[in-house]
Structure formats: C-alpha cells, structure tokens
C-alpha cells in the first residue's frame, strides 16, 4: 500500500519561505512522477508542480514559476516544494501526488495515490 505524508505547512506572511515535505511509503519511489497541488475552499485542485523519475525535468504553473522549486530524493522517498517570496494567494491545502508513469502530466484525476493535505496561510 502506497501511503504519501505531507509535512511543512503553517503559517508565514508574504514575502517569507517555506519549505514542504512529502515522504512516500510502499511501492519503489524512483518509479514515481511526483506533483504538488493546491485546493482552495470550493476550487478546483490547482497544478503547482511536477517533477519527472529523476529528477531532471520540472515543471510549474504559471502562478509559481520563478518563485517554487520542486525537488526529489530518491534515497530518501521524498519530494520537496520550496517556497519562496510567498503571497497572500499561495494559502491554500497543499497536496502531494504520485503517479506510476514515465509520464509527467499535470491533471489531477491522472495521479494515483494523494497525501492527506497540509495547508499553509499567508498572512499579508
């Protein structure tokens, strides 16, 4: 059973950096794409960013590129989303997201297995 543990949420204000943690559990991770998503209260999920096998290819949606990075351990079995130069836009419940292709897509219903949540708050 493949279980996904977000950690690093909390509570910032705009302008500061965070740092989001996902540990995967169960399966080989290195066969995983790895993505981040965010969910508003009675939005849509929301790509934030995907990161291929090896860690080699990255992407990012248009409202975080140049501030998000998404990175992968594989030693370790996680994925990282550094945040920086936060806004008050970027609160939300952050999700992590695993897919068992060689394919990078960036449509939640394409990923498999999902973390529980964590949500961060920015205050302006």
């Known amino acids: 059973q493949v279980q996904l543990v977000e950690s690093g949420g909390g509570l910032v204000q705009a302008g500061d950096s965070l740092r989001l943690s996902c540990t995967v559990f169960?399966?080989?991770?290195?066969?995983?794409?790895m993505a981040w998503f965010r969910q508003a209260p009675g939005k849509e999920r929301e790509f934030v960013a995907a990161?291929?096998?090896?860690?080699?290819?990255?992407y990012y949606g248009d409202s975080v590129k140049g501030r998000f990075t998404i990175s992968r351990d594989n030693a370790k079995s996680m994925t990282l989303l550094q945040m920086n130069n936060i806004k008050f836009a970027d609160t939300d419940v952050y999700y992590c997201a695993a897919r068992t292709s060689r394919t990078v897509v960036l449509t939640a219903p394409l990923y498999e297995y999902w973390g529980q949540g964590t949500r961060v708050t920015v205050s302006s």
């Open positions: 990161i291929d096998r090896t860690g080699d290819v990255t």
């Open positions: 169960g399966g080989t991770f290195d066969k995983f794409v």
